[in-house]
């Protein structure tokens, strides 16, 4: 029985390949690197059927993760997340069957605790000890507490705009936290430079091969769930675009599997904030990579990244999915997230809020039609960014009436 059939790494810039089983960070040329399985053994060895009676985790998928032996795995259970159907936001919208995909309710309440589990996993079975990265604060948050249960010392730089609950969930991990008056870019340089001072893992986003392979997991669900039947179009909102990239990687492994009914993959979509938005530059003017993007705003505040190491691979799925990228400004989002709480009784992140309006806009402009199946990833939990709600309620004194 073999519990992963991971082979090696490769560069998908270069084509330069690397050893699975030795640390490794960028491919010499800076690209990220990717995981390669044995796709030919695993289509012999692997059939749906086997998922059936596995855990509601994203473990599930253990052959098509990297870790080797399962006493590495550092879990909390995160994963198999509810695709809820949205009925009345849809119908509102003209898309007949539009679903939530609803990460609110991974472990730290966000889906980034899918790249922590498999990056700190793998990192514990190649005998990391220490790790820092640069995190706009989900990252951050998710990768200190994963550490921490793998008993690896974390450091870890946000920006001090960065939601307030994250620093606390740093901190009681017991993460080396520190903050900078600046963005994540910022942060990236200050870690940056402790990496090269001192000789400790970069768990920054992609400069580690292994925190994508968790979030594919979101990819392979979504098509376990609807029956190996993808949907039409999903959409993403995307900082660094990790998510967006490993969705893309598990559909074309589900394809080369043999599991996916029909030929074709769903058109993905990448959501920007209009106060962060290089990757919808780039894919207008049908660019292969992304500019950094000066001053970059929104409450939406996951998807803060001006320039992200993995955008022309972001693109690259885009362009090969017939997908699109758009901008939603924060008013917009922020209205959306209401309608999403009022019509659904989901309260959605930002950031999810973002992707919900997208589907709205796109289904405006003809661009889904009302036929479609539409998959929005809410990526986590309203209750993270209590501070993006207005609030307008009346005090009353005791022995007051109800106005
Ligand atoms: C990090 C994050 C995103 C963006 O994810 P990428 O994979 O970096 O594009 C979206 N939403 C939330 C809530 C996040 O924390
Ligand atoms: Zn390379």
Redesign the pocket.
């Known amino acids: 029985m073999t519990f992963s059939y991971v082979s090696h790494l490769y560069c998908p810039r270069c084509e330069k390949t690397y050893d699975a089983s030795k640390k490794q960070q960028l491919c010499s040329c800076g690209s990220p690197l990717l995981v390669a399985y044995d796709m030919e053994r695993l289509t012999e060895n692997w059939r749906p059927e086997q998922l059936h009676d596995r855990e509601q985790s994203l473990w599930r998928y253990h052959e098509l993760l990297p870790v080797n032996d399962p006493k590495h795995i550092t879990s909390l259970g995160e994963g198999m997340t509810p695709l809820v159907s949205m009925d009345r936001i849809g119908q509102e919208m003209d898309i007949a069957a539009l679903f939530m995909k609803d990460?609110g309710l991974v472990p730290t309440g966000?889906?980034?605790a899918r790249g922590a589990a498999v990056g700190v996993s793998k990192a514990k079975e190649l005998g990391v000890e220490e790790l820092a990265m640069p995190t706009?604060?989900?990252?951050g948050a998710a990768w200190s507490l994963y550490a921490a249960r793998a008993g690896i010392t974390a450091t870890i730089v946000m920006p001090v705009d960065a939601p307030y609950i994250t620093r606390v969930e740093c901190q009681i991990a017991g993460a080396n936290l520190f903050l900078v008056n600046g963005l994540i870019s910022d942060a990236g340089k200050i870690v940056g430079e402790e990496i090269k001072k001192r000789n400790i893992f970069d768990a920054s986003?992609l400069k580690e091969p292994y925190r994508i392979e968790g979030?594919k997991t979101m990819g392979l669900e979504i098509a376990e769930q609807l029956d190996w039947n993808v949907p039409d179009v999903i959409l993403?909102?995307?900082?660094?675009?990790?998510?967006?990239i490993?969705i893309y990687k598990a559909l074309k492994e589900l394809q080369q599997l043999g599991w996916l009914t029909g030929n074709k993959l769903p058109r993905l979509v990448a959501v920007q904030a209009e106060g962060c938005a290089p990757i919808v530059e780039a894919w207008k003017d049908g660019k292969k990579s992304s500019e950094f993007w000066p001053n970059s705003k929104t409450a939406?505040?996951?998807?803060n990244?001006p320039k992200?190491l993995g955008d022309f691979l972001v693109l690259d799925a885009i362009y090969q999915t017939d997908g699109c990228a758009v901008a939603v400004d924060d008013q917009t989002l922020l209205e959306e997230q209401k309608n999403v709480a009022r019509m659904e009784g989901a309260f959605v992140?930002p950031?999810?809020a973002a992707a919900f309006a997208a589907a709205r806009k796109l289904r405006k402009q003809g661009w889904i039609q009302s036929n479609e199946q539409v998959v929005v990833l809410n990526?986590?939990a309203g209750i993270k960014y209590p501070e993006t709600v207005e609030l307008d309620i009346p005090v009353l004194e005791p022995g007051d009436s109800l106005p």
Request: with cysteine; hydrophobic share 30%; aromatic share 10%.
């Open positions: 990460e966000s889906f980034k706009n604060g989900n990252a986003t979030k993403y909102p995307t900082g660094g675009g990790v998510g967006l490993g939406a505040f996951g998807i990244v992200a992140c950031e999810g990526t986590g």
